[in-house]
């Protein structure tokens, strides 16, 4: 990028000395490190790259720094290992709450921490010692970041309106420019923005709109929003007009609305890879906890921009479905699960009903985890959803392991429960009632699976950046999850808002073995379905689901995303089913391009269905079900 | 003594620890950092490295003095020495470190004890060195002379 266009832009940096052909000169970087000589030394060195440094050795006063400068820092450096917080938790907390670029640093140049900086969000890790050449560099992390921003919102602007409303690109835009410079900025913006559109489609998901987060309550007035317009026919103006939220622009929205279409879309393509988001890792659908991720972490992750684009998917159903119940929130993507189930279409549905009834605010991505589903239904579900394994549904190819899991998870325990739990408790840790805990810790184990995101962490506090890391449910990955239960941004990868149905399936009863399928739960086995992943057996199971109505496609679960579908699309029963269109949030409507062939599904639901679930280890590692093994 | 004759025992000295692995490129690094409007960066630094030093290797001391060795607090020390050490490039300082690291993997309380001597021998010696180093600094800023940079 030639760092001359932008200096227009530059200019505008809040350093406010309208400097703006010094750039890179003048930027604002925190440094972070508990090690006084480290911490001196790059002190030095930025100030010799003509940077404007301020060191500080503890995180929670970087932290508190930030906060209080929101806009005064353009770029944050941190250690990893520090005896206050972790490293990548202030990374975290970063791209939640400021979205800066945040590079990272450590003496430890192994492999799996490098991930971890990656899955969180870092965009950047630098090796101690640190050269002076690293740092010389650092510049271009801001630019990048602001150049996707503005990339971003142009392509939202042309990309997903459908109204098609340019003009304010800009407008966003503004705080980085000042007044004098905006003309050049845009033009040199829009120039920008034209030739890159292309590229941008895979971005924009990721890329957040300049700060905003979308919370819980805000995604629940989109959703509802949405739901209301129907989905076929929200638009980003009317949407921003039910909405009715000061200080909201059509952008935000538009890029938003993006981002939930592509969530829907994975809940419905993901195929329930077992678990539908979370943890359903791609061969073992770990029911990880992923639920628990609330949409809410899934969004702010989003927004936050830390969810690379694949995650973004995941996350943003997660985000968007902040799973109200906590248990589907985990929206694993898990890309590779080929398995899961391909009830991602059940499940959307689900989850829609859910939402709906559940009445949590929340957006409960959770699909397939109809609230009102009785345990009856989810009992139906539940044995359906046994068959899982073998359903696995003709729709994806994938081997449904995860889809078993996910169905099994279903736990009787009321949504709402969950989804209150879920709306309060950021992340996974949802509700208790629904039994799993959706855990963020859970999740991350699946979630990370796919993208190779570590840390999939459902966090607490909605930071799922990373939708990709989503399910990798089979392994147990739980262990990589950070102690932490936050998400990191980085490791986005859960949805946990796929849980929705996990939740359904665990609404189901134990008699889900998926429950303890764990897929990644580091929560119990309960019946609670981690939320996510259980709905997808459940749902699959369940007979007289009318998958046609679903239209969640199961497809194959492209990747990451773990598909709750798979429970959705199932017939969970024809009760649920019906629950669930009737909820349907309207996403079902466009969303599920591919329905699987329900009757497919419903046969090999049917079929096997006790057997399938092979309850699965506490752990949910999915492993234990592997759908291959199940007996169909 | 006269500045030229300080500088060149300067010179060799410095040269002298880069080849017996004292220091490596990192205190190169720092040297270069050195300016009007820093003069006395390098003095400052490692002044600041021996503090925190001796603050982690008491730490150890009485960490692997405890009954219970919690061997996960010693890697986190040691972590952090590998950390500063390589930041100056004390390099022998820090391939210790390593080696420590590795024996802590292995919980062997006797091991990590002999790496903590280990350790602790080379930080003394390095300590020695660069003393003896910034010394003759001193010795050349206080004749009027500037310090060389170093080629290596």
Same mark, same amino acid.
């Given at each position: 990028?030639?760092?001359?266009?932008?200096?227009?832009?530059?200019?505008?940096?809040?350093?406010?000395?309208?400097?703006?052909?010094?750039? #890179?000169?003048?930027?604002?970087?925190?440094?972070?490190?508990?090690?006084?000589?480290?911490?001196?030394?790059?002190?030095?060195?930025?100030?010799?790259?003509?940077?404007e440094?301020?060191?500080?050795s503890?995180?929670?006063?970087?932290?508190?720094?930030?906060?209080?400068?929101k806009?005064?820092?353009?770029?944050?450096? !941190?250690?990893?290992?520090?005896?206050?917080? +972790?490293?990548?938790?202030?990374?975290?907390?970063?791209?939640?709450?400021?979205?800066?670029?945040?590079?990272?640093? !450590?003496? /430890?140049? !192994?492999?799996?921490?490098? =991930?971890?900086?990656?899955?969180h969000g870092?965009?950047?890790?630098?090796?101690?010692?640190?050269?002076?050449?690293?740092?010389?560099?650092?510049?271009?992390? &801001?630019?990048?970041?602001?150049?996707?921003?503005?990339k971003?919102? /142009?392509?939202?602007?042309?990309?997903?309106?459908? /109204?098609g409303?340019?003009?304010?690109?800009?407008?966003?835009?503004? +705080?980085?420019?000042?007044?004098?410079?905006?003309?050049?900025?845009?033009?040199?913006?829009?120039?920008?923005?034209?030739?890159?559109?292309?590229?941008?489609?895979?971005?924009?998901?990721?890329?957040?709109?300049?700060?905003?987060?979308?919370?819980?309550?805000?995604?629940?007035?989109?959703?509802?929003?949405?739901?209301?317009?129907?989905?076929?026919?929200?638009?980003?103006?009317?949407?921003?007009?039910? =909405?009715?939220?000061?200080?909201?622009?059509?952008?935000?929205?538009?890029?938003?609305?993006?981002?939930?279409?592509?969530?829907?879309?994975r809940?419905?393509?993901?195929?329930?890879?077992?678990?539908?988001?979370?943890?359903?890792?791609?061969?073992?659908?770990?029911?990880g #906890?992923?639920?628990?991720?609330n949409?809410?972490?899934?969004?702010?992750?989003?927004?936050?921009?830390?969810?690379?684009?694949?995650?973004l998917?995941?996350?943003?159903?997660?985000?968007?479905?902040?799973?109200?119940?906590?248990?589907?929130?985990?929206s694993?993507?898990?890309?590779?699960?080929?398995?899961?189930?391909?009830?991602?279409?059940?499940?959307?549905?689900? &989850?829609?009903?859910?939402?709906?009834?559940?009445?949590?605010?929340?957006?409960?991505?959770?699909?397939?985890?109809?609230?009102?589903?009785?345990?009856?239904?989810?009992?139906?579900?539940?044995?359906?959803?046994?068959?899982?394994?073998?359903?696995?549904?003709?729709?994806?190819?994938?081997?449904?392991?995860?889809?078993?899991? =996910?169905?099994?998870?279903?736990?009787?325990?009321?949504?709402?429960?969950?989804?209150?739990?879920?709306?309060?408790?950021?992340?996974?840790?949802?509700?208790?009632?629904?039994?799993?805990?959706?855990?963020?810790?859970?999740?991350?184990?699946?979630?990370?699976?796919?993208?190779?995101?570590?840390?999939?962490?459902?966090?607490?506090?909605?930071?799922?950046?990373?939708?990709?890391?989503?399910?990798?449910?089979?392994?147990?990955?739980?262990?990589?999850?950070?102690?932490?239960?936050?998400? !990191?941004?980085?490791?986005?990868?859960?949805?946990?808002?796929?849980?929705?149905f996990?939740?359904?399936?665990?609404?189901?009863?134990?008699?889900?073995?998926?429950?303890?399928?764990?897929?990644?739960? /580091?929560?119990?086995?309960?019946?609670?379905?981690?939320?996510?992943?259980?709905?997808?057996?459940?749902?699959?199971?369940?007979?007289?689901?009318?998958?046609?109505?679903?239209?969640?496609?199961?497809?194959? #679960?492209?990747?990451?995303?773990?598909?709750?579908?798979?429970?959705?699309?199932l017939?969970?029963?024809?009760?649920?089913?019906?629950?669930?269109?009737?909820?349907? =949030?309207?996403?079902?409507?466009?969303?599920? #391009?591919?329905?699987?062939?329900?009757?497919?599904?419903?046969?090999?639901?049917?079929?096997?269905?006790?057997?399938?679930?092979?309850?699965?280890?506490?752990?949910?590692?999915?492993?234990?079900?592997?759908?291959?093994?199940?007996?169909v | 003594?006269?500045?030229?004759?300080?500088?060149?025992?300067?010179l060799?000295?410095?040269?002298?620890?880069?080849?017996?692995?004292?220091?490596?490129?990192?205190?190169?690094?720092?040297?270069?950092l050195?300016?009007?409007?820093?003069?006395?960066?390098?003095?400052?630094?490692?002044?600041?490295?021996?503090?925190?030093?001796?603050?982690?290797?008491?730490?150890?001391?009485?960490?692997?003095?405890?009954?219970?060795?919690?061997?996960?607090?010693?890697?986190?020390?040691?972590?952090?020495?590998?950390?500063?050490?390589?930041?100056?490039?004390?390099?022998?300082?820090?391939?210790?470190?390593?080696?420590?690291?590795?024996?802590?993997?292995?919980?062997?309380?006797?091991?990590?004890?002999?790496?903590?001597?280990q350790?602790?021998?080379?930080?003394?010696?390095?300590?020695?060195?660069?003393?003896?180093?910034?010394?003759?600094?001193?010795?050349?800023?206080?004749?009027?002379?500037?310090?060389?940079?170093?080629?290596?």
């Amino acid at each position: 990028m030639d760092p001359m266009s932008i200096s227009t832009s530059s200019a505008s940096w809040k350093s406010g000395d309208g400097v703006s052909d010094q750039f #890179p000169a003048g930027l604002r970087v925190l440094v972070v490190d508990d090690d006084p000589t480290c911490l001196r030394i790059l002190e030095k060195m930025l100030r010799n790259c003509l940077y404007e440094v301020t060191k500080c050795s503890r995180a929670e006063v970087a932290l508190k720094l930030l906060r209080d400068n929101k806009d005064g820092f353009d770029v944050v450096i !941190s250690d990893v290992h520090m005896p206050d917080m +972790d490293g990548f938790k202030l990374l975290e907390h970063i791209g939640l709450e400021m979205d800066l670029p945040v590079i990272m640093m !450590s003496a /430890d140049d !192994s492999k799996n921490v490098v =991930m971890k900086g990656v899955t969180h969000g870092a965009c950047d890790y630098l090796i101690k010692p640190v050269r002076m050449e690293a740092l010389k560099n650092i510049w271009q992390h &801001v630019v990048r970041k602001k150049k996707h921003e503005w990339k971003d919102k /142009d392509y939202e602007q042309s990309g997903s309106v459908e /109204d098609g409303e340019r003009q304010q690109k800009p407008s966003e835009d503004v +705080d980085y420019s000042s007044s004098a410079n905006e003309g050049n900025w845009k033009s040199s913006k829009k120039r920008k923005d034209e030739e890159d559109e292309g590229d941008e489609r895979d971005d924009t998901s990721t890329l957040k709109k300049p700060r905003v987060v979308w919370s819980v309550e805000l995604h629940q007035q989109f959703v509802t929003a949405v739901n209301q317009l129907g989905i076929d026919k929200a638009v980003p103006k009317k949407i921003l007009e039910l =909405m009715n939220v000061p200080g909201l622009t059509r952008e935000n929205v538009a890029s938003h609305l993006q981002k939930y279409r592509l969530y829907l879309k994975r809940l419905s393509g993901q195929h329930h890879n077992g678990l539908g988001n979370s943890f359903m890792g791609p061969t073992d659908p770990t029911f990880g #906890p992923m639920s628990s991720l609330n949409g809410l972490e899934l969004q702010a992750l989003t927004s936050t921009g830390q969810l690379p684009p694949q995650s973004l998917a995941t996350i943003q159903a997660a985000a968007l479905g902040r799973v109200a119940n906590n248990k589907s929130a985990v929206s694993v993507p898990l890309v590779d699960q080929r398995n899961i189930f391909s009830f991602e279409s059940p499940k959307i549905r689900f &989850v829609e009903g859910q939402q709906q009834h559940n009445n949590n605010k929340q957006v409960n991505l959770l699909h397939g985890i109809p609230t009102n589903m009785d345990s009856k239904q989810l009992a139906a579900l539940h044995q359906s959803a046994q068959s899982f394994g073998n359903i696995n549904m003709p729709i994806h190819s994938q081997s449904t392991q995860s889809n078993s899991v =996910m169905g099994q998870m279903v736990q009787p325990q009321s949504r709402a429960q969950i989804l209150n739990e879920i709306n309060g408790s950021h992340a996974l840790n949802i509700p208790s009632s629904v039994g799993q805990p959706v855990f963020s810790q859970a999740i991350p184990s699946a979630v990370l699976g796919r993208n190779g995101i570590d840390n999939v962490r459902v966090q607490t506090h909605a930071s799922v950046s990373q939708p990709s890391a989503l399910v990798d449910f089979s392994r147990s990955q739980r262990a990589e999850f950070p102690g932490n239960n936050t998400f !990191s941004k980085g490791s986005g990868g859960f949805i946990p808002n796929y849980d929705v149905f996990s939740d359904l399936n665990q609404n189901r009863t134990d008699d889900w073995g998926l429950q303890s399928v764990g897929s990644a739960f /580091d929560a119990p086995q309960h019946s609670n379905l981690q939320g996510r992943l259980d709905v997808a057996p459940s749902v699959l199971v369940q007979p007289g689901f009318s998958s046609d109505q679903r239209r969640g496609h199961v497809r194959t #679960p492209s990747g990451n995303k773990v598909a709750f579908s798979a429970a959705d699309g199932l017939g969970n029963n024809t009760n649920l089913g019906q629950q669930i269109k009737a909820e349907d =949030m309207g996403f079902q409507n466009g969303l599920f #391009p591919d329905q699987f062939g329900q009757d497919d599904l419903m046969s090999a639901l049917l079929k096997p269905q006790q057997e399938g679930l092979v309850p699965v280890e506490s752990d949910f590692g999915f492993d234990g079900y592997h759908l291959d093994n199940l007996p169909v | 003594m006269e500045v030229d004759q300080l500088q060149r025992s300067f010179l060799e000295y410095t040269n002298s620890l880069f080849r017996e692995g004292f220091l490596d490129g990192q205190f190169g690094q720092l040297q270069l950092l050195q300016d009007e409007s820093n003069p006395e960066f390098v003095f400052e630094v490692v002044s600041l490295f021996f503090e925190d030093s001796e603050r982690i290797l008491n730490d150890l001391t009485l960490a692997l003095d405890q009954q219970n060795v919690d061997f996960k607090k010693i890697d986190a020390h040691v972590h952090q020495f590998k950390g500063s050490s390589s930041s100056i490039g004390a390099q022998r300082v820090r391939n210790a470190c390593i080696a420590f690291r590795n024996f802590c993997e292995g919980q062997n309380v006797e091991a990590c004890r002999r790496c903590l001597q280990q350790v602790k021998q080379e930080y003394l010696l390095v300590k020695t060195k660069l003393e003896a180093l910034l010394r003759l600094e001193q010795q050349i800023l206080a004749a009027g002379g500037v310090i060389p940079m170093l080629d290596s």
